[in-house]
Each structure stands twice: as C-alpha cells, then as structure tokens.
C-alpha cells in the first residue's frame, strides 16, 4: 500500500502539477489563453472564478479522456474532446449560475467559451491522450492553476490600480484622492483590455530575465 502511496505522490507526478506554475506555464511561457486573460480581469473576484473553472474543466476533460485514450478512433478523437470538454463546461456553468450569480453575470458569455481555451484541447493533445488519468488529471489541474496564477496577477494590479479597490473592496483611502484634497488617482486605462496585454508582457519579461535557461531552449 505503501508504495502505491509513494508511486500516486512521487516526485515525478507533483511535477506535473506543479511545472506550470512557473517553468511550463501555458500563458507566459507558451502563450496560450491570452484572449481570456484579457477580458475577465478587471476585478480579481471573476478573473478568481474563471480560474477555478479552467482548472476543474481541464482537470477532469483530461481524465476522462485519458480513461477513453484507447477507445476512442483517431478520426474522431476532436468531436469526442469537444463533447467532453462542452459538458464539463455546460456543468460548470450551471453551478455558477446557482452559487455564485453575479459573478456569472459578469464572466458572461467567458465561461463559455472556454470550449475553446487552446490549454484545455492544447492538454489533452499533448499530454492526457498518451499518459495514464492520474498523471493526465496532475497535468490538467496544474495547467489550470498556471493560467489562473497569471489571471490573478493581473487582475490584483488592474483593479488596485484602475479601481483603488480588491474584491470590491476600497483599499486606496479616500483621503487620498485628489478630489478630497489629496495627491492620487486611478489610473483609467487599466481598465481597458490593452493594460492586460501590457501587464502579460511585463510578467513574461521579469519570468524570462528570471529563468534565462528558457531561451535557449
């Protein structure tokens, strides 16, 4: 017992959940899901929930098809990933829309069309479709979180810095403002989507400068 233990929890598999933090992360390394990166990250409550929704529909859709690897047609194997991944994200809607309403309202049509986030096809693909489910649900989960860990980043300096405020919440005192006699502003164009792609940027140049190792890859 123990050392299935050992072999489920080895190094080998936290690695695949840990990697794309950091070192193999899908947006700032291989610059996928860039589009929803830029579109529900105003505030950090969406950009949070959108996060957790890519995760769990990557986790799962990477399982059930690494269950369904060997039995599924290589000529069909897209419909049948786009079936999966349509119900995951059909499931995920619906709990949202239950739980947490206005946050749904707010990602609007975004949930959905994380049936065509590229990581979650991009995964299955190039990891869930050749391994074993434990260490394709790993891969998947740890994609997810990669993604969301950026979608976090970014929506923590465009609300503090476009809004004066996190989860909705005023952080920047009032007095502050140069409308009560003080010296600070928010800065406007965080709010629009081109800050996302500048703030993607930044984040790629400090991981880049930070792990030179990966250019000459």
């Known amino acids: 017992m123990s050392n299935e233990k050992e072999s489920i929890f080895s190094a080998k598999n936290l690695k695949y959940l840990t990697g794309p933090f950091s070192a193999n992360n899908p947006v700032i390394v291989q610059i996928l899901g860039i589009c929803s990166a830029l579109a529900v990250t105003v505030q950090l409550k969406p950009a949070i929930v959108m996060a957790l929704s890519v995760a769990v529909v990557t986790g ?44 749904s309202k707010q990602l609007s049509v975004y949930v959905g069309l994380i049936i065509t986030n590229c990581i979650v096809m991009g995964r299955i693909e190039a990891f869930a479709l050749g391994n074993k489910p434990w260490p394709a649900f790993l891969d998947g989960i740890g994609n997810g979180l990669g993604y969301g860990l950026i979608l976090v980043i970014i929506a923590f300096f465009r609300e503090l810095l476009g809004s004066g405020t996190l989860f909705g919440m005023q952080v920047v005192p009032q007095s502050w403002y140069a409308a009560n006699g003080g010296f600070y502003s928010n800065c406007g164009l965080m709010l629009f989507p081109p800050m996302a792609l500048i703030i993607v940027g930044c984040i790629i140049w400090v991981h880049r400068s930070r792990n030179k190792d990966l250019q000459e890859k």
């Not at 047609?73 to 991944?85: D, F, G, M, T, Y």
């Open 60 to 103: 799962f859709a990477s399982l059930v098809m690494s269950l369904l690897r060997k039995g599924v047609p290589s000529r069909i194997r897209i419909i049948v990933q786009l079936v999966v991944i349509a119900a995951l994200v059909i499931l995920v809607d619906q709990v949202l829309k239950a739980y947490v309403y206005e946050v």
